[in-house]
């Protein structure tokens, strides 16, 4: 079985302009989750899709937003980037029982830059 | 709120040492999951272990072994006889469940783990 996939995996933007990145889950995975990673503040979880419907969100401004698709597929966008987005966005996908006990994948990653 | 603490931002061992990775964790939730992930150079979380919080027993996985203890809120993780591939950064995470979904994480800052051949 194929693992999570990101596209694409590296990225170079300068500020003030906007970005969406790519996240396909595991074949049958529903669920997909965002995390940020930077040196500063660590993993930080961004929010969670389940069948195109946001579940959660973490403490991120409005400027991150996402979306799911029918084919659970999903895509997250940041505008007006800034400096301090610059990081590694993490996806993870999951099956639906994994709302209670919190197994995840996680693909290898957009490294995103901001200039 | 939901801490996870891993207090060892690095540690260096030589092969076949056996290493200890700490973590502690707070919480209001009285159900919730421990986990243990490792980060390779590449970048991919890979999973480790789960643990609920209502199942204290130890567990083994070959060299990978768990101890976690409800009564310290700790979840520490040991590797036996060390090798080189073992060398990453190792995260210790917490599942929210107040949050509605156990898929929100709560993350340490992680241990980088070097193993010296």
């Known amino acids: 079985k194929a693992g999570v996939t990101q596209t694409p995996r590296y990225l170079i933007k300068t500020r003030g302009q906007q970005v969406t990145l790519s996240c396909s889950p595991i074949?049958?995975?529903?669920?997909v989750s965002w995390y940020q990673q930077t040196p500063g503040q660590g993993l930080q979880f961004l929010f969670e899709?389940?069948?195109?419907?946001?579940?959660n969100k973490g403490n991120f401004p409005g400027r991150f937003s996402g979306r799911q698709f029918s084919n659970s597929r999903s895509e997250m966008n940041v505008s007006t980037l800034e400096l301090g987005d610059s990081a590694l966005y993490l996806c993870?996908?999951?099956?639906?029982?994994?709302?209670?006990?919190?197994?995840?994948?996680f693909g290898p990653g957009t490294r995103l830059t901001v200039l | 709120a939901q801490k996870v603490t891993q207090a060892q931002t690095e540690i260096s061992v030589v092969e076949k040492e056996d290493v200890t990775l700490d973590c502690v964790y707070e919480?209001?939730?009285?159900?919730?999951?421990l986990f243990w992930y490792k980060q390779p150079p590449s970048g991919e979380l890979v999973f480790l272990i789960r643990?609920?919080?209502?199942?204290?027993q130890n567990e083994i996985s070959g060299r990978y072994s768990w101890n976690f203890q409800k009564s310290t809120s700790s979840f520490n993780f040991t590797i036996t006889a060390s090798q080189v591939v073992d060398s990453a950064v190792y995260f210790c995470?917490?599942?929210?469940?107040?949050?509605?979904?156990?898929?929100?994480?709560?993350f340490g800052s992680g241990t980088q783990l070097t193993v010296l051949p």
């Open positions: 993870a996908s999951s099956l639906e029982q994994a709302a209670r006990t919190g197994e995840q994948f």
């Open positions: 074949s049958g995975h529903r669920s």
């Open positions: 899709y389940f069948s195109e419907t946001q579940r």
């Open positions: 919480t209001r939730d009285t159900t919730y999951y």
């Open positions: 643990r609920n919080s209502f199942d204290e």
């Open positions: 995470a917490l599942s929210h469940i107040s949050s509605g979904s156990a898929r929100q994480l709560t």
